[in-house]
């Protein structure tokens, strides 16, 4: 193991916050699915809901819902009026990513009967929760960032009965929790993503989709996000493709080729087909567009695959 894999296992040790309901969800994805390496894992997950959280968003896109498991840890974070429109194009995975959004609102629900938060650990506080009732990252005395006068904490009710439709369409855009107070409104929208609707403007979108037509998704999203939304683009390294062999030489760490090698291996053992060269020079191309563009602020993160961090400032 090279050094980043053993900080990776290390900061991955170090989570001890996941919700029961998603250390679940990813236990399902892996046994029904028999993969489950698209899946963005509790490190990023809880960094997606930070982000939320102390940006403040009320309005969520994803782009790549996959089993839900950003998706959730996103809706977690938003205020209770908050809403998140997430798109996926394969059914399979949309059927688990719909079993799990409904029984995070069954236990957002629950919660009004004395039951625990959606998705919060047995025996655990909520990640960050101190003494008291207080939402995820809530002090004393202080509101959840986003939270206004007389609302709850995200996953908090108000004490209405629980009216989710477990018979859920297969296809079509299902909304969850449409116009009631028990938490984000999530929406899942069948379908290439390019090519549904989005609402007309969003706090914080997480694109982990489509990775060949990124800077196509860069254009659409940006006249949407709001000013100091943030974007967050994630395998902004695909495993080392973006800096791909021509470019390998001029690497000033050859650890990086090894790493890169690794990879490959991997994926070849394992039996997935090895990312094309035109997905990797789309996200290249991507990160440099950012990188260029006076309209944003930027940072690309070394976390896992690589998450480039976009805050929009005007
Ligand atoms: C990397 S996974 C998303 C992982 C998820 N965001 C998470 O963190 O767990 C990418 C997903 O995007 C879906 N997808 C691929 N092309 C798409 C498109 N054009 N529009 C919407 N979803 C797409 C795939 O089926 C896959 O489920």
Redesign the pocket.
Known sequence: MNYFEIASRYAGSMMRGEPALLKELRETTARELRYDD????PV??SFLNMLVRISGARSVL??????????LWMAAALPQDGKLVT????EK?ALIARRFIERFRHEAAGQTHGHKSAGQTHGQKAAGQTHGHKSAGQTHGQKAAGQTHGQKAPGQTSGMVNTAKSDLPHWGSDIFNPGQSKGPEIRLCM????E?PWPDQVDFV?L???KE?YPDYYQRIMPRLASGGLLVV??AFWGGKVWGSESLAETPDASVAKVSEAYDDEQKTRGRVVPADRQAAAIDRLNRVIADDAHVENVVLTVRDGLHLVRKIR
Not at 38 to 41: A, E, K, P, Q, R
Not at 191 to 194: E, I, R
């Open positions: 698209m899946l963005s894992g990023v997950g994803e782009i790549g819902t996959f089993t839900g498991y950003a998706t798109c996926e194009t394969n995975y379908g290439p993503a390019l549904t997480f982990d989709a489509d037509h994630d395998n």
